[in-house]
């Protein structure tokens, strides 16, 4: 079965301070994934994808089929990093996501 | 261009009634989704559209119907509100390919009492 799992509802960190928001997956093939960002009261928007491999705000995401991760950085934690992150697979070119059930990272100044 | 547009942005219903919430995309998109967000469960995929006169089950789609006139439009109607409905609704639209991304919408926030 397709499966996004984020562990941590809550991550508290202060400011400057190294983020990690944890994200597994399971899915049988090649996955699509990304990380999706929402700041308080706005729409969701794309932070990554992990096939452009690129750094967005600071944050980047390597896939490890391995451990089937997806896990999101950053080094230094600014206090507008703070938002709700969710984790999202693709599911082949349907336009479908499974989502996990998203973390919320607080930057305290 | 707006994007994708959702109106209404607050809705309130008892028990039992219906209605529609509307989603509306002027990129030019075929694929068009909904999804419901509630606290501790992510997003979950409620009905997708691959085209207009296309559409199909997501995860959830129990209690919700869709259909797909137009490429424009992707209107998701509630046929008798349940309390277990409440939640924030949103729409996104989609680039396929490898460009691959969902747009969202602003979302619905619906209370059902």
């Known amino acids: 079965a397709q499966r996004v799992t984020q562990p941590e509802k809550l991550l508290s960190v202060f400011k400057g301070a190294p983020v990690e928001l944890k994200c597994n997956y399971s899915y049988s093939g090649s996955p699509e994934l990304f990380w999706y960002v929402q700041y308080s009261r706005q729409r969701l928007q794309l932070l990554l994808r992990h096939i452009s491999r690129e750094s967005i705000k600071g944050f980047t995401a390597d896939l490890n089929k391995g451990e089937t991760s997806f896990h999101l950085k950053k080094p230094f934690a600014q206090e507008e990093d703070s938002a709700m992150y969710y984790c999202?697979?693709?599911?082949?070119?349907?336009?479908?996501?499974?989502f996990g059930q998203g973390t919320t990272l607080q930057v305290k100044p | 261009n707006a994007g994708v547009t959702q109106t209404p942005k607050f809705q309130v219903l008892k028990t039992g009634q219906s209605m529609t919430l509307q989603c509306a995309q002027d990129m030019n998109h075929e694929y068009m989704s909904w999804y419901r967000q509630d606290p501790g469960m992510g997003l979950r995929l409620i009905h997708y559209s691959v085209g207009a006169g296309i559409t199909d089950q997501g995860e959830v789609p129990n209690g919700y119907n869709v259909s797909r006139s137009t490429t424009e439009d992707f209107p998701l109607r509630l046929l008798s509100a349940a309390p277990s409905q409440t939640s924030v609704y949103f729409c996104?639209?989609?680039?396929?390919?490898?460009?691959?991304?969902?747009?969202f919408g602003p979302g619905t926030r619906l209370t059902v009492t």
């Open positions: 999202a697979l693709g599911s082949g070119n349907t336009g479908k996501l499974i």
């Open positions: 996104a639209s989609i680039t396929t390919g490898r460009d691959y991304e969902q747009y």
